[in-house]
């Protein structure tokens, strides 16, 4: 006897009863497919691209309201995503558990059968992983004030897992658990005269605190490179959930990319970008960005001109500071370089 399909339409497993709105045929991709069974490693972006030419308009197709998009998905492995037509267009329904061959329409419910971890995520999670555990990004002058690395007992000048190290500064009441970092290259915003609106700072490893003193004694518990006396320490944040559903900013953001991580000229797809726009912007976590190159050419009598801008790829914000962004290139058509402009798709 086979299964019995459980179909509950969940707006992207949220618990309210709501319809996915009407796809119009425009927004489909030429080769969609009527359904898709979602496999594990699979992520919301790449589940959406099957569907759909601009893949972050997902949340606009399943008709989500601004807290909702807040919530994280509940899309499994196993799940099947139906592209059904209607006399009133194309609608996807998410279908919880194996497909079969026929449907039961049920009212939402939690699951209990599964845990949140193994929910598919917005994006790569292995890929912006360190970067949601890992500030990487402090104010001007965010570390002149933050606790700092005195040496060992044994006055070692390299330091690293398992050493005991002292520490001055260090205030009892932020917890024991903190980040090892070091100052690294400054952010600069070119929209401002280069003024610099924060540091990228190096991170080194983690601490934990053994005893609060007017010097007091920790633990190196990870160490990523050398770490040397006068690096300095931060608390080490709470975890950071990033399974924001893609979508585009309600404000107008026109702001360019600074910074790419590892020190790389040029950009493409699954490289992290640093914006000169933050939460002060209007950014949050899922916003969408398309990114705009920006060229000149020489005319005949020597003088330089602006081309009109060519759109060359997609960035998924991820993580968001006061005037500045972490973001994932998710599509990339073209070269990307810093500088490049970055606006509302």
Same mark, same amino acid.
């Given at each position: 006897?086979?299964k019995?399909?459980?179909?509950?339409?969940l707006?992207?497993?949220?618990?309210?009863?709501?319809?996915?709105?009407?796809? %119009?045929?425009?927004?489909?991709?030429?080769?969609?497919?009527?359904?898709?069974?979602?496999?594990?490693?699979?992520?919301?972006?790449?589940?959406?691209?099957?569907?759909?030419?601009?893949?972050?308009?997902?949340?606009?197709?399943?008709?989500?309201?601004?807290?909702?998009?807040?919530?994280?998905h509940?899309?499994?492995?196993?799940?099947?995503?139906i592209?059904?037509?209607?006399?009133?267009?194309?609608?996807?329904?998410?279908?919880?558990?194996?497909? #079969?061959?026929?449907?039961?329409?049920?009212?939402?419910?939690?699951?209990?059968?599964?845990?949140?971890?193994?929910?598919?995520?917005?994006?790569?999670?292995?890929?912006?992983?360190?970067?949601?555990?890992?500030?990487?990004?402090?104010?001007?002058?965010g570390?002149?004030?933050?606790?700092?690395?005195?040496?060992?007992?044994?006055?070692?000048?390299?330091?690293?897992?398992?050493?005991?190290?002292?520490?001055?500064?260090?205030?009892?009441?932020?917890?024991?658990?903190w980040?090892?970092?070091?100052?690294?290259?400054?952010?600069?915003?070119? %929209?401002?005269?280069?003024?610099?609106?924060?540091?990228?700072?190096?991170?080194?490893?983690?601490?934990?605190?053994?005893?609060? #003193?007017?010097?007091?004694?920790?633990?190196?518990?990870?160490?990523?490179?050398?770490?040397?006396?006068?690096?300095r320490?931060?608390?080490?944040?709470?975890?950071?959930?990033?399974?924001?559903?893609?979508?585009?900013?309600?404000?107008?953001?026109?702001?360019?990319?600074?910074?790419v991580?590892?020190?790389?000229?040029?950009?493409?797809?699954?490289?992290?970008?640093?914006?000169?726009?933050?939460?002060?912007?209007?950014?949050?976590?899922?916003?969408?960005?398309?990114?705009?190159?920006?060229?000149?050419?020489?005319?005949?009598?020597?003088?330089?001109?602006?081309?009109?801008?060519?759109?060359?790829?997609?960035?998924?914000?991820?993580?968001?500071?006061?005037?500045?962004?972490?973001?994932?290139?998710?599509?990339?058509?073209?070269?990307?370089?810093?500088?490049?402009?970055?606006?509302?798709?």
């Amino acid at each position: 006897m086979q299964k019995l399909i459980i179909s509950i339409v969940l707006c992207l497993g949220l618990l309210t009863a709501l319809s996915a709105n009407a796809v %119009d045929n425009s927004m489909l991709r030429s080769d969609v497919p009527s359904r898709y069974e979602v496999v594990k490693g699979d992520t919301l972006w790449d589940i959406a691209a099957r569907f759909l030419k601009e893949p972050w308009r997902w949340s606009e197709i399943w008709g989500l309201n601004r807290d909702q998009l807040k919530n994280p998905h509940k899309i499994y492995p196993g799940d099947t995503i139906i592209l059904q037509k209607t006399l009133q267009g194309n609608r996807l329904q998410l279908i919880q558990g194996k497909a #079969d061959h026929r449907t039961v329409k049920l009212s939402p419910q939690i699951r209990i059968d599964q845990a949140r971890s193994k929910a598919i995520p917005s994006i790569p999670a292995a890929v912006i992983e360190p970067f949601l555990s890992q500030p990487l990004v402090v104010e001007k002058d965010g570390l002149a004030l933050a606790p700092y690395l005195l040496g060992t007992s044994d006055n070692r000048v390299v330091l690293s897992t398992g050493n005991t190290v002292y520490v001055a500064n260090m205030p009892d009441n932020l917890g024991k658990a903190w980040q090892i970092f070091r100052s690294g290259k400054a952010l600069k915003d070119p %929209d401002q005269n280069n003024r610099v609106i924060g540091f990228e700072a190096e991170y080194l490893g983690n601490a934990s605190v053994k005893v609060f #003193d007017e010097i007091s004694t920790a633990v190196i518990t990870h160490s990523t490179q050398e770490i040397l006396k006068g690096d300095r320490l931060v608390p080490a944040p709470g975890l950071i959930f990033n399974n924001y559903a893609p979508h585009a900013p309600e404000t107008l953001i026109n702001g360019r990319i600074i910074s790419v991580y590892g020190g790389v000229t040029e950009i493409s797809r699954g490289s992290i970008v640093t914006l000169n726009k933050g939460m002060l912007d209007g950014m949050e976590m899922g916003h969408v960005l398309a990114v705009y190159r920006r060229s000149q050419t020489r005319l005949p009598d020597g003088k330089m001109v602006e081309l009109p801008e060519e759109r060359t790829g997609l960035v998924f914000v991820f993580r968001v500071f006061d005037q500045l962004s972490y973001a994932l290139v998710v599509r990339s058509t073209g070269t990307i370089k810093i500088l490049d402009a970055v606006k509302n798709p």
